[in-house]
């Protein structure tokens, strides 16, 4: 038995497959072994601010395995960044927080999130909650663990989705832009690019020079290949927006009327003379069954969340690192992205089998 009896579970951020799997991995091992009570918060930090709370029998968590989403619910609320007083109460979100924690008896709080939710997490750690976060995103973009469950699905996805395009490309000889989710790191439209075969590969982490991609496209067929498919990172931009101050960036982007593939796309058919068309995934890649790979991911980090509870081990992300779980603090983890280096071993595999990243 452990000193911790209760403890709150929410889930943040944009949904991933393999949620539910996690809190079934954190509800099962905590009530079976240790005794513990779960509570479940709705929506995210927005139902630890609105105190939205309800307790987690055996019967909620049955059969959510294999289920996509999150039974939880989640949102993008934020409670540090900006925060204002309630009129109502005169409180501050962090505040309102405190009090719904010590109001629903909790002996600490389990975080499930990516980046936004593991930052937040970090900054509850330091305000005295008894914290523990763990890392979900597709986009495999956090810090201090080697993956993150989610990513292997949306892989799945979005390979397949390549493994598709493939053929209407080869019947119609085009040239065919293929959009995937990832804003400030490129793991996603790497790992499936190269898995799916893609000629180009665009990513956040290599700015782009269109003349280079449409120099490389027309040597492709000169050489009798017809047809071209270029995998874009939703975060892709060019030399010459790499150049740019973020803010300034982030203005341009906000003012562009489509998102990225349909620009490179549009910039492609203007300089090759080529038919280009676009397919966006967009949520295809975040939601339905988690792969067998992610099921099993996000039952290690859930198990290994109830065992950190009991043995109190907060202010940690439960992390992978060398397939071997590991604590490691949140505040090393807070405000960091995992960039794909340049000198990554998928990259070097991309360009030795001849696929063009834009540079």
């Known amino acids: 038995m452990s000193s911790i009896k209760r403890f709150g579970i929410l889930t943040s951020g944009g949904d991933a497959p393999g949620l539910n799997t996690a809190i079934r991995g954190v509800c099962r091992t905590a009530m079976i072994q240790y005794g513990m009570e779960p509570i479940g918060i709705k929506n995210g930090y927005r139902g630890l601010i609105e105190g939205h709370f309800t ?39 962090v505040d309102k927080i405190k009090a719904n924690y010590k109001k629903w008896n909790l002996d600490a709080l389990v975080c499930v ?17 008894n914290v523990i976060g763990l890392p979900k995103t597709i986009d495999n973009d956090i810090v201090k663990t080697d993956i993150t469950f989610g ?20 019947s119609h000889s085009r040239i065919m832009v293929i959009e995937v989710m990832g804003h400030k790191a490129g793991w996603l439209g790497l790992y499936s690019g190269v898995a799916g075969g893609a000629d180009v590969i665009l990513l956040p982490e290599i700015p782009y020079d269109i003349d280079s991609i449409a120099s490389y496209i027309m040597k492709r067929r000169d050489a009798g290949k017809e047809f071209s498919i270029v995998v874009v990172a939703e975060g892709a931009l060019s030399k010459e927006e790499a150049l740019l101050p973020k803010k300034e960036l ?14 490179v796309a549009h910039e492609l058919e203007e ?12 949520y295809l890649q975040r939601g339905g069954t988690p792969s067998p790979y992610d099921r099993v991911l996000a039952s290690q980090f859930g198990v290994a969340a109830a065992h950190f509870l009991a043995e109190e081990k907060f202010g940690n992300l439960v992390a992978i690192q060398n397939n071997q779980i590991t604590a490691v603090p949140l505040d090393e983890v807070a405000g960091k992205i995992k960039n794909i280096p340049l000198d990554h071993e998928m990259i070097s595999v991309g360009r030795g089998l001849g696929t063009h990243f834009g540079d």
């Not at 289920?67 to 204002?84: A, C, H, W, Y």
């Not at 593991?118 to 330091?126: Q, R, V």
């Open 113 to 129: 999130g990516g980046n936004g939710t593991n930052t937040t997490a970090s900054f509850l750690a330091k305000e005295g909650l």
């Open 151 to 170: 990513f292997h699905t949306a892989l799945d996805v979005a390979t397949e989705a390549v493994d598709r395009i493939h053929s209407t490309a080869h």
């Open 55 to 93: 307790p987690l029998g055996a019967e909620d968590i049955s059969g959510i395995l294999t289920r996509g989403g999150t039974i939880l619910g989640t949102s993008r609320d934020k409670p540090f960044k900006n925060p204002e007083i309630d009129p109502e109460t005169g409180l501050f979100p």
């Open 271 to 282: 300089v090759t003379g080529l038919v280009s068309r676009v397919t966006v995934l967009g």
């Open 250 to 263: 982030k203005k341009r982007r906000k003012s562009m009327p489509y998102s990225i593939a349909y620009r």
